[in-house]
């Protein structure tokens, strides 16, 4: 059964680093775009960051060059790499890919200020 599992998530301080991991189960990454979202309290979710089969990355501006998405093929892996970090990043952080879409059940990151 496919299935994605997320992790790293934690409290850090303003202007600290987290590296979030997604592990799966069932899904090959290569096979997959895969992507980052998140969701703050009751705020829409909203995309973070994107990493195509064709190699290629997108980020939502809010960004701004903070955030890093990379796949270790060999260890079937996604992670995001987050500096800089900011209280209003503080979201629940959720992997997904597609087609077919596939969601993991989130790992929570509290910014404190």
């Known amino acids: 059964q496919e299935q994605l599992v997320e992790s790293g998530g934690g409290l850090v301080q303003t202007g600290g680093s987290l590296r979030l991991s997604c592990a799966a189960n069932g899904i090959l990454f290569k096979n997959y775009n895969r992507a980052w979202f998140r969701q703050a309290g009751n705020k829409p979710r909203e995309m973070v960051a994107k990493s195509f089969v064709s190699g290629g990355t997108t980020y939502a501006d809010f960004v701004e060059g903070r955030f890093t998405i990379t796949t270790d093929i060999g260890a079937n892996i996604v992670y995001l790499e987050m500096t800089n970090l900011k209280p209003e990043d503080s979201a629940r952080y959720y992997c997904?890919?597609?087609?077919?879409?596939?969601w993991g059940e989130g790992t929570q990151v509290i910014v404190s200020s």
């Open positions: 997904n890919v597609w087609f077919p879409n596939y």
